[in-house]
């Protein structure tokens, strides 16, 4: 234990000596916490929209003001032609055109019903599919205060009507927010872990270093565990100074217990390390690791649910994402955080990142020894 002790000094030391790395401790939970979670939503709030109101009617009116009391939407200005929108669409200043047909009101009121023409920018879809189902809803209610009107029933007193009562769990404010922080702080520990742990070794190659510490008497789970425990700690340090910067800045309810979830932190770091230190075995320059790294970690990120749900996925993406740390701890902090978790609901990702753990650890000493 002594040799150990002296090990991780030396490791602290070299650490907080190496001017690139405290700044990645303290400063980048910071900007990923304050930036990232703002940037990173699907939430649409401002909306542009251009009208083509061919019929300039009573009802046409109605329903653009009903649009334009929305404060997701912004009204551009109305266009005498299709032609003239769409070009706005091409251009990007519009996200979506609203034509009315010449006959709207004079169908409405003969024949019950008519048409009406949503064009949406659909390069990218999700937005495209919330502008669309925004749209569809104002256009439902409207269309309800029309049959209440011509029926003579006033408006909210239906007989017989179901009422819905509306009730969202674990996240009652829809803050998308509350569910992008949890992810960026998964993502944060992953990058820490992986980029710290590979660079540090690698450094010792080029510096020479690594050669004098191979002669010594010093055993290989000692210079493992030294190599590894501090970036341990530091990735637990990061993940809590999140928790409590999203705590502070965006309200974030921590619902779970913080015990699991630093516990199952702390065996995930396990896997991430190892990895990292596998990583490091087999790259001779810092500049090889962070390539070999990125690599890893775009598909750790793109794969592990941050922005898309893995479900989503095709089955063969969702059989690859089984070898995915990243996945199952993603899963963790917000079933944790959000949902209030515990081991019992949580144990396939226990045991799936047990086993990530042991095989990326493995593979690390196993690799460290044919070079050492």
Do not use: C
């Given at each position: 234990m002594k040799?150990i ?9 070299q ?9 990645m ?17 699907y939430?649409?709030k401002?909306i ?27 009204m ?37 019903h008519?048409n009406?023409?949503l ?13 669309y ?8 209610d ?10 003579a ?10 009422n819905i ?33 590979g ?15 191979n ?12 190599k590894l ?17 999203a705590w ?6 921590i ?14 770091l ?24 990125f690599f ?17 996925m ?39 990142l ?9 593979l690390?000493?196993?690799r ?5």
């Amino acid at each position: 234990m002594k040799t150990i002790s002296y090990i991780l000094q030396k490791e602290f030391r070299q650490i907080f000596r190496n001017r690139t790395m405290l700044p990645m401790i303290f400063m980048v939970p910071i900007i990923q916490m304050l930036i990232l979670v703002f940037a990173a939503t699907y939430d649409m709030k401002k909306i542009d929209m251009v009208i083509v109101d061919h019929d300039l009617s009573e009802n046409s009116k109605e329903l653009i003001a009903k649009f334009n009391g929305i404060p997701f939407f912004n009204m551009l200005q109305l266009e005498q032609s299709e032609k003239l929108a769409e070009q706005k669409l091409l251009t990007g200043e519009a996200d979506v055109v609203l034509v009315f047909p010449m006959d709207f009101e004079r169908k409405l009121i003969r024949h019950n019903h008519t048409n009406i023409q949503l064009l949406v920018n659909a390069i990218e879809s999700n937005s495209a599919q919330l502008i669309y189902t925004y749209a569809a809803n104002i256009v439902a209610d409207y269309n309800q205060q029309i049959i209440s009107e011509w029926k003579a029933i006033p408006e909210f007193e239906v007989p017989a009507q179901i009422n819905i009562a509306e009730n969202y769990w674990y996240n009652t404010e829809l803050d998308y927010k509350w569910f992008m922080a949890p992810g960026i702080l998964a993502i944060l520990v992953t990058l820490i872990g992986m980029f710290m742990s590979g660079m540090n070794l690698v450094r010792e190659k080029e510096i020479g270093t690594i050669e004098q510490l191979n002669v010594t008497p010093l055993k290989k789970y000692q210079f493992i565990i030294g190599k590894l425990v501090p970036f341990w700690i530091i990735g637990l340090f990061d993940l809590a100074f999140g928790l409590a910067i999203a705590w502070l800045v965006f309200d974030l309810p921590i619902v779970g217990s913080l015990f699991t979830l630093f516990f199952m932190a702390g065996i995930y770091l396990i896997g991430i390390l190892g990895l990292g230190l596998f990583i490091s075995t087999l790259a001779d320059t810092q500049q090889q690791v962070m390539f070999v790294s990125f690599f890893f970690l775009m598909m750790f990120i793109l794969m592990g649910g941050i922005f898309t749900p893995v479900e989503s996925m095709p089955d063969w993406a969702q059989t690859i994402d089984h070898l995915n740390p990243l996945y199952y701890f993603m899963r963790i902090m917000r079933m944790v955080v959000l949902k209030g978790s515990g081991f019992t609901e949580l144990l396939r990702e226990l045991i799936s990142l047990t086993f990530l753990g042991i095989t990326f650890l493995s593979l690390a000493i196993w690799r460290y020894r044919k070079t050492a």
